[in-house]
Nanobody, 123 residues
Framework: QVQLVESGGGLVQAGGSLRLSCAAS????????VGWFRQAPGKEREFVAA????????SYADSVKGRFTISRDKFGNTAYLQMNSLKPEDTAVYYC????????????????WGQGTQVTVSS
């Protein structure tokens, strides 16, 4: 399993921006697809965005399309989630995950998850 560490969360006003980072600890995830998920209080964890290991394919939840952008650096050490035009309903703990298999990743069945970073959007 790949050890993952998220960072970049915080408190922001509605309409603001944050950039989350997901870093691999001890090894790279250059050959893994990377995904971001979130879980709000009292709700199920949900898919937010994913990027293939090449960076050539991305996928987004409808709720964040046009506002969030997933990317990864060319060295395979860090992935990012740029979040713009944030809304109060984006408030959640955000997790990154990686997997060699795209479908396993985007369906939330990956075995490698970070500890999460809190994002709070005030109205």
């Amino acid at each position: 399993q790949v050890q993952l560490v998220e960072s970049g969360g915080g408190l922001v006003q509605a309409g603001g921006s944050l950039r989350l980072s997901c870093a691999a600890s001890g090894r790279t995830f250059s050959t893994y697809a990377v995904g971001w998920f979130r879980q709000a209080p009292g709700k199920e964890r949900e898919f937010v965005a994913a990027i293939s290991w090449t960076g050539g394919t991305t996928s987004y939840a409808d709720s964040v399309k046009g506002r969030f952008t997933i990317s990864r650096d060319k060295f395979g050490n860090t992935a990012y989630l740029q979040m713009n035009s944030l809304k109060p309903e984006d408030t959640a703990v955000y997790y990154c995950a990686v997997d060699l298999a795209w479908q396993t990743l985007v369906t939330g069945r990956s075995g490698s998850w970070g500890q999460g970073t809190q994002v709070t959007v005030s109205s």
